[in-house]
């Protein structure tokens, strides 16, 4: 069957680097997005990674190893404006997305 | 701007009522989707469709209808609320093939409770 696993909570001090995992099982492989979102707000869409290796786009890099099932999310220095919660996803069979439960971030005072 | 919004956003009703949830989109997309999203769940898929006339079952249909008479609007209508279908409810729409692993684009979600 398809799974997601993503830590369900993480912290980190302003200005940190924070690495947030998500390993996965499929029967196949159709790409794995990442989306960010803010409590009480809509999901948007943060990457798109179907090649393994890192993708980097402004603070925000997505990472994928499809040998391993596994990706990661990192966020360079962190601002007060990513404490959200953070939500991989991947296709299943029929193309619909399957999401993980999301890892809220959350930032020390 | 192209925008896709959702009504009510806030809604409280009582088990066994009918109860339909509006989503409408400007950015002409083919595909659309309605999720529910619960504390310690990923977003699971309630219907899908991907043109006028066309509608199919997600992960967690069971008590749920939509319908698709347009390319803008996917209602999603609860046909005898039930107290475990209070959740937040997100319209989603993308372009592109027809499939659901595309780039989404998400309303603001609609908050149901059922009493």
């Known amino acids: 069957g398809q799974n997601i696993d993503q830590p369900t909570e993480m912290t980190a001090t302003e200005g940190a680097i924070v690495q947030i995992n998500c390993t996965y099982q499929t029967s196949g492989f159709n790409g794995l997005f990442w989306y960010q979102q803010h409590a009480g707000e809509a999901p948007t869409f943060l990457s798109y990674n179907v090649l393994d290796g890192l993708e980097e786009k402004g603070r925000f890099s997505s990472f994928l190893s499809r040998s391993k099932g596994y990706s990661y999310l990192l966020l360079k220095e962190l601002q007060m404006k990513d404490s959200a919660s953070y939500l991989c996803?991947?296709?299943?069979?029929?193309?619909?997305?399957?999401w993980g439960a999301g890892t809220k971030l959350i930032k020390k005072p | 701007d192209a925008e896709i919004t959702q009504s009510p956003r806030h809604k409280i009703t009582e088990t066994g009522r009918q109860v339909t949830l509006a989503c409408h989109q400007t950015w002409n997309h083919n595909n659309m989707f309605w999720y529910r999203q619960d504390l310690g769940h990923g977003l699971r898929l309630i219907h899908y469709s991907y043109g006028v006339q066309d509608t199919n079952k997600g992960e967690v249909s069971d008590g749920y209808s939509v319908s698709r008479s347009n390319t803008e609007d996917l209602p999603l209508t609860l046909e005898s609320a039930a107290s475990s279908q209070t959740s937040v409810y997100f319209c989603?729409?993308?372009?592109?093939?027809?499939?659901?692993?595309?780039?989404?684009?998400f309303g603001a979600g609609s908050r149901l409770t059922v009493l």
């Open positions: 996803a991947v296709p299943d069979s029929n193309y619909q997305l399957i």
């Open positions: 989603a729409s993308s372009g592109g093939e027809l499939s659901g692993a595309n780039v989404l684009t």
